[in-house]
């Protein structure tokens, strides 16, 4: 298996963009460039939302996170945002409902990033963070499960970490507090599966945090660049692949319990997609033991 592992790794990941994904189309139907990460901050915040085929959910979180955060900049005039919706290959009508928000909202706050095929989560959002301009980078699901003004406890979470080593530190929302409700309305099938992901996860990966695949994590802007550099897992196991990273550049990571709601149109296929996470975090463990993947320890400019 390590043999497998070792000859089948990808090397180090290279940003690809094809040339569409190089400009977004703002509210006046013009193509602008894509900012980098490299760049310095411009926004005090940036939202990174995956989307693929959330036509009908995204609404909901895009109404609410848009309500908090132009209320929010309301109370503080110092507060900047940006929303970036990164429609991820989507068959639907996922970037025509997108584009509302930005025509509605102006193309500075919202913005749409349209990827050219289907990456996966993790390839998904590490296009979103590669292209924003906050000094705080938070990663958001379409599916609003997540009540957004949670944003406040998670960065508070991620105030009580400093001082940060290197402006580095990630806040992680968590719906560990929530177990033993979620366990009662499962399966003993899905929540046999829930535990051994939990059990590889701990064994394998990350001891420290509990629920590794809240998709609300916050990041600053030095973290997002040195975890989502070194990342290759691209679907549904990058969260770990993430969160080890960090783990082994001595990142401080905070776990925040949040409130959370289960909400329907999941993409995750119970048994097929817990088999390529269990699948994917045995290969994440034994790439980096075997040196098919590296993570760089050298300092960031």
């Keep these: 298996i390590c043999m497998i592992a070792y000859v089948t790794a990808r090397k180090m990941p290279t940003l690809h963009r094809h040339e569409e994904e190089k400009y977004f189309v703002n509210a006046e139907g013009r193509k602008e460039s894509v900012p980098s990460i490299h760049d310095p901050p411009a926004k005090e915040l940036s939202v990174v939302v995956p989307s693929y085929n959330e036509e009908d959910r995204l609404p909901l979180m895009m109404d609410e996170a848009l309500d908090y955060l132009e209320k929010r900049q309301k109370r503080d005039a110092s507060f900047t ?9 989507s068959k639907d009508q996922t ?49 609003g499960a997540t009540k957004f003004a949670d944003i406040e406890k998670v960065e508070e979470g991620l105030k009580n970490l400093q001082p940060w080593p290197n402006q580095m530190a990630i806040s992680c929302g968590s719906r560990a507090h929530l177990e033993k409700d979620s366990i009662a309305k499962r399966s003993y099938f899905r929540t046999l599966l829930m535990y051994g992901f939990h059990f590889l996860v701990w064994f394998l990966c990350v001891k420290e945090i509990r629920d590794t695949q809240c998709g609300f994590k916050l990041f600053t802007r030095e973290a997002a660049l040195r975890t989502f550099s ?17 783990q082994c550049l001595r990142i401080p990571i905070a776990e925040v319990a949040v409130n ?40 960031c400019n």
């Design 260 to 299: 959370w709601t289960e909400i329907e149109g999941s993409k995750l296929v119970p048994f097929w997609s817990w088999l390529q996470m269990g699948r994917d975090l045995l290969f994440i463990r034994l790439r980096y033991m075997t040196g098919a993947w590296q993570i760089e320890t050298r300092k």
């Design 230 to 246: 070194t990342l290759h897992i691209e679907r549904w196991a990058f969260d770990v692949e993430l969160l080890y990273i960090a």
């Design 81 to 89: 945002y940006e929303v970036i919706v990164v429609n991820d290959g």
């Design 95 to 143: 970037e025509k409902v997108a584009m509302k928000y930005c025509k509605k909202y102006g193309s500075d706050k919202v913005r749409v990033l349209s990827l050219v095929k289907n990456r996966g989560k993790g390839g998904a959002v590490r296009m979103g963070v590669f292209s924003s301009r906050g000094r705080k980078i938070l990663m958001a699901d379409a599916d």
